[in-house]
DNA sequence: TCGTTCACGCACGTC
DNA sequence: GACGTACGTGAACGAA
């Protein structure tokens, strides 16, 4: 109970916000502002935390004229309410953004506004004084522009805030130190802090050399207020500092490129830039507390600090240390590619009688079905689907098509790999990839500019390109792989004695349970079996439908839904959790994995039926890939410190979701080998065993 | 009118 | 199920 009690002292919560709050009247001419800030402060702490009930205390003392009637107009529109606990509910919030149009003279609801004293300065004495502040926490942000770095927006008690430029003596490296020194004394918080490394390193990580303990929930060092957002909803598109803003302090920031539009950032008045910088750090600071509120409620303190905040510090650590490419090569491998595209484009017009572009499916799409007559299979919005499943089922119709897909083929890896990645070798001959913590609604990390998390595998040609990626004079790969990470976890979150004692037969699971679906001897089963019982395992972790199985396999529907009816018997606690985990899903309005991620789910409460089965599916994936995620997360930190600790030359510079690559010192081998395996076994403990394998190689290829 | 920019759908690479 | 990128397309926009 208490734990979702809300205590405001109602005296406080007015005066505070009758100083903050510039003054104003309503129509009847009365001052308002502060109960009206007091209100609006109200309405925001509610609707950002979970608490049930609310109770408002008033005493008499107020100790001024012009304040004790707003106080006073407050403690009447509270007991309107009802007395002493009052339940929070959707009724009371809108009657409370009610009273809020009461108030306001024009009946318009108005966001409060910054309450800030802003001071530019680059003066030494000032700035050093300024790092002297005594306080346990600040926040600040660092304005950047295409790596060119501006100034620094700080603050230490969230209404008081300093904007530095980088000018003179003040440059960004003095900054970073600053700030690193202030890390080592106090809390410090920011908006996207991986950014930031570049100049500071928090003490915290600075001098750790293990990883974190599950008990000790390391709570008040370093804070993002970007990754505490994420975690609270991962489900939205961007989180700018005015969408966080606005969310949580009910502020309104102009966003950066309606300030600033594509201009270059030391175009601007220092004016509007130091403006800028401070509102990102006095929101920092002000919506720290409420999201670490919020974090805690929903349990996920030991996510945050424990996980994603040293996490953000890794990742950035990868991106800088990147990986090498040889330029050279690729471009060799993008001119073979060609010189069988070309073959194949003169193949296809010939075939054709007429030269069109075969990477318009439009166009595609008119010359197959329509002039060469194959029989069509309607199926986008925009006309024929030519996607590769439809195509392979044409090609013994005509010889154009098996040549189409030849080219589709190549044509992608020449483009989004042999090109595309050239596009982004650095000048040290590394790509330096974009680590995303903040992307994907499950908690998975994503790879973007360039992605080297979908480099190809599957095919040998596709494949060929890892040969590029290569260590540093002297090293080699060391990439380590969790096997069937998310099986396992559904055998252990689904506790379905078959699975789990599968697992700890230790052979191969797909084989296990084709042999226990179908009935037959272990040593009897067919590659075919298998390759259903794998596709079936694979669709089961997916949250797969009948029919998305019968895609994968192509067979019928029906044949589908005999399979996974067979697999159920066998795994009957599959069944069971699966259904568990939506009803549970849909009480709660959200999914939760191992360690408290949480996914909201809306389109389980959805009236459209294949919006309601895809929340169906989300809920039985997201538990097991955000587990899958968070394992990882938790080994990935583990790896990185011990590697620190046992202070190695080998660094870890890739993650692709159930891998790690470490450029390896060669006298490091044996140890980085068998501290991957180590560390990511001991992750976490299931009901099965974590099973890691790790190879070696002079290059990506070799290494997987 | 022409060229550029943008959002969108499609196709396909990975785990 | 979860992503990111390349490409073509058509609409919107601005300059000429």
Redesign the pocket.
């Known amino acids: 109970m208490s734990e979702n009690l809300l205590i405001v002292n109602g005296n406080e919560l007015i005066s505070d916000a009758f100083y903050k709050t510039p003054a104003f009247t309503n129509s009847e001419g009365v001052f308002v502002n502060g109960v009206y800030g007091g209100i609006f402060k109200l309405i925001s702490i509610l609707k950002t935390s979970e608490y049930k009930a609310l109770s408002i205390s008033f005493s008499e003392e107020c100790g001024n004229e012009r304040l004790k009637p707003q106080i006073l107009k407050f403690k009447e529109i509270i007991e309107a309410k009802g007395q002493g606990e009052i339940p929070v509910t959707k009724e009371l919030l809108e009657s409370l953004e009610n009273a809020l149009k009461d108030l306001s003279p024009s009946g318009e609801v108005k966001g409060a506004s910054f309450d800030m004293t802003l001071k530019v300065t680059s003066d030494l004495n000032e700035v050093e004084a300024l790092f002297e502040t005594k306080s346990d926490r600040a926040a600040f942000y660092f304005l950047t522009d295409i790596g060119d770095f501006l100034g620094l927006g700080i603050s230490f008690d969230g209404s008081n805030v300093t904007y530095i430029p980088v000018e003179n003596f003040i440059t960004a490296d003095y900054l970073g130190k600053k700030l690193s020194i202030l890390s080592e004394r106090m809390s410090l918080c920011s908006f996207d802090i991986k950014e930031s490394y570049k100049y500071f390193e928090p003490s915290e990580f600075a001098n750790r050399t293990y990883g974190y303990k599950d008990e000790d929930v390391s709570g008040n060092k370093c804070f993002d207020v970007l990754i505490g957002a994420y975690l609270i909803n ?1 489900l939205k598109n961007d989180y700018e500092p005015w969408d966080v803003a606005k969310e949580y302090l009910k502020l309104t920031l102009p966003k950066r490129a309606d300030l600033f539009g ?1 201009e270059p950032l030391a175009n601007a008045d220092i004016k509007v830039l130091s403006e800028y910088a401070s509102k990102i750090a006095y929101i920092c600071f002000n919506a720290e507390p409420l999201i670490r509120a919020k974090l805690a409620k929903t349990g996920m303190e030991r996510l945050m600090y424990n996980i994603e905040m040293p996490l953000s510090y890794i990742l950035y650590s990868m991106e800088k240390e990147g990986i090498i490419v040889k330029r050279d090569e690729l471009k060799a491998y993008g001119d073979k590619l060609l010189v069988r595209i070309d073959e194949l484009e003169k193949a296809i017009y010939e075939a054709a009688g007429i030269e069109f ?1 075969i ?5 595609l ?1 008119e010359i197959l079905f329509e002039k060469l007559g194959l029989p069509a299979e309607k ?13 392979e089922k044409l090609a013994p119709e005509h010889k154009i098509v098996a040549d189409i ?1 030849e080219y ?2 190549l ?6 790999y042999a ?2 990645l050239a ?1 982004y070798i650095a000048d040290d001959n590394r790509i330096h990839t974009s680590f ?1 913590q903040t ?4 908690g ?1 990390i ?6 080297l ?7 040998e040609l ?2 060929l390109i890892r040969k590029v990626f290569v260590p540093k004079d002297g090293y080699v790969f060391a990439d380590a ?1 969790y096997s069937q990470i998310e099986l396992r976890i559904l055998a252990h979150m689904s506790e379905d004695k078959g699975l789990i004692e599968a697992y700890h037969e230790g052979k191969d699971i797909h084989r296990i349970t084709a042999s226990k679906v179908f009935h037959v001897p272990f040593e009897e089963v067919t590659s075919l079996q298998r390759r259903n019982a794998k596709a079936v395992n694979f669709g089961i972790v ?3 439908s009948a029919f ?1 199985l019968s895609q994968d396999l192509s067979i019928s529907a029906h044949e589908a839904k005999e399979y996974m009816e067979k697999y159920f018997e066998t795994y009957p606690g599959v069944k069971k959790y699966q259904e568990d985990v939506i009803a549970s899903t849909k009480a709660k309005g959200y999914s939760e994995t191992m360690f408290g991620r949480r996914r909201p789910v809306p389109e389980l409460k959805a009236s459209n039926f294949n919006l309601r089965q ?1 929340g169906e ?2 809920a039985m ?2 538990p097991i ?1 955000g587990t899958a995620a968070d394992i990882m997360k938790i080994a990935m930190i583990d790896v990185f410190f011990k590697l620190k600790e046992l202070s190695l030359k080998s660094k870890l510079i890739l993650q ?4 790690l690559v470490i450029e390896t010192a060669p006298d490091e081998v044996d140890t980085v080998t068998k501290l991957l395996v180590e560390e990511m076994e001991k992750a976490v403990t299931l009901s099965v065993p974590m099973e890691v394998d790790c190879h070696i190689g002079s290059d990506w290829y070799e290494a ?1």
Not at 359 to 363: A, E, L, R
Not at 446 to 451: A, I, L, Q, R, Y
């Open positions: 991962p594509k572009n990477n318009s499916p439009k166009q799409g199926k986008t919005k925009s006309g024929y689907s030519t996607a590769a499943d439809v195509l897909l589709r083929g044509t992608k890896l020449k483009s989004t090109d595309g596009a995303n992307i994907t609604a499950t998975r994503s790879s973007t500019e360039p992605n998390q979908n480099i190809p595998m599957r095919t596709g494949r792989d997916y949250g797969i998305g895809f599916r989300v994936n997201a890939q692709i979701h159930d891998e997987k």
